[in-house]
């Protein structure tokens, strides 16, 4: 009995110190910040897996990708939730796709991303905003590029997305973030109840009151009206065509 107890006491003194290097190999600072140690370190082996390659293996940056340090988890739930990143090619643009990690996969990443220092998720509240100071708001900042009603548009070099389709939390990360040529945004430029204000009024684009009749897909006043000119143009065509047919 003695020899076995020995061989299991010889083990377990070998396997702790591994076990508890594993726990606090991707960043020790995270235990005293109360972050799931387990997690992190999870996020870290996929980082190494699909990341290092163009950010660094410590997430420093490389000639190919940017210092991940002080980015923040909001920018690693942005980018990887939209599809954004990875790319498939380096140096091409961040193009929303779907996701290319599973949901713990991705929370895991987060919690490496966001060990490294910098913000948290954001958190929005659109019933604590503004409509019409939202609509205010997105016309001054974004609606040169995506459009009024968030429809999306086309600006140099790049495509600015149609918003319908991003979750509350995705369009108050892009505010905060500014991915690819769009503009950040911080607390001074937009406070958070304006961040709530513009969330709402996009969330209000998704589903618009079309009590005028048919609204061709928000596509704006001038080009509705030259189809609604055009659709006239050839009603009174017909109806000339008719009176001629008649009167022979």
Known sequence: MRRPLVLAAVLGACLLPATAHAQTAADPAAVARGEDVMQVNQGRTLFLEGCASCHGQDAEGTDRAPDLHGVGAQSADFYLRTGRMPL????????????????????????YVGS??????????????????????????????????????????????????????????????GPFVMPWFDEKLIDQKELDSIVAYVEKTKDPDNAGGWDLGGIGPIPEGMVAFFIGLLALLLVSRLIGERGE
């Open 88 to 111: 498939a090619v380096p140096g091409e643009p961040p193009l929303s796709n779907p996701p290319e990690y599973e949901e713990d996969e991705i929370q895991a990443l987060i919690a």
């Open 116 to 177: 490294l220092g910098g913000p948290a998720i954001p958190t929005v509240d659109p019933a604590a905003g503004d409509l019409s100071e939202g609509e205010r708001l997105f016309t001054l900042f974004c609606a040169g590029c995506h459009g009024k009603l968030a429809k999306g548009g086309v600006v140099t070099g790049a495509i600015a997305p149609a918003l319908d389709q991003a979750t509350q939390v995705q369009i108050a990360e892009a505010i905060r973030i």
